[in-house]
């Protein structure tokens, strides 16, 4: 089955659940116009009512909602550095004979 992302944009999805909300719509004809089960309904609607000015579905085609900020990957990338500084250090140490 294709996923309800591909199917459907935010604002139709949107629309359903307002619709829901007035009791113009059940939540098993949302269901069955979407393509899922009662939980995934239950979690939709429980993120719409938190923010429905900003609500989305996970729309793939878009950008992902999982993207670090360049401060965020910055400093990963800073971290690793001296990580992998610590393991050439380590492996450098290991690789030397001492001479007495």
């Given at each position: 089955?294709?996923?309800?992302?591909?199917?459907?944009?935010?604002?139709q999805v949107?629309?359903?659940?307002?619709?829901?909300?007035?009791?113009?719509?059940s939540r098993?004809?949302?269901?069955?116009?979407?393509?899922?089960?009662?939980?995934?309904?239950?979690?939709?609607?429980?993120?719409?009512?938190?923010?429905?000015?900003?609500?989305?579905?996970?729309?793939?085609?878009?950008?992902?909602?999982?993207?670090?900020?360049?401060e965020e990957?910055?400093?990963?990338?800073?971290?690793?550095?001296?990580?992998?500084?610590?393991?050439?250090?380590?492996?450098?140490?290991?690789?030397?004979?001492?001479?007495?």
């Open positions: 089955m294709e996923q309800m992302y591909r199917k459907f944009s935010s604002e949107k629309g359903l659940l307002e619709k829901y909300e007035k009791g113009e719509v098993e004809a949302i269901e069955g116009i979407l393509g899922i089960k009662k939980a995934m309904f239950f979690r939709l609607i429980s993120r719409y009512r938190e923010d429905k000015e900003r609500f989305e579905i996970n729309n793939r085609k878009g950008k992902s909602n999982n993207n670090l900020t360049e990957e910055s400093g990963i990338k800073e971290e690793l550095a001296i990580e992998k500084k610590l393991i050439d250090d380590e492996r450098t140490a290991q690789n030397t004979i001492i001479v007495i």
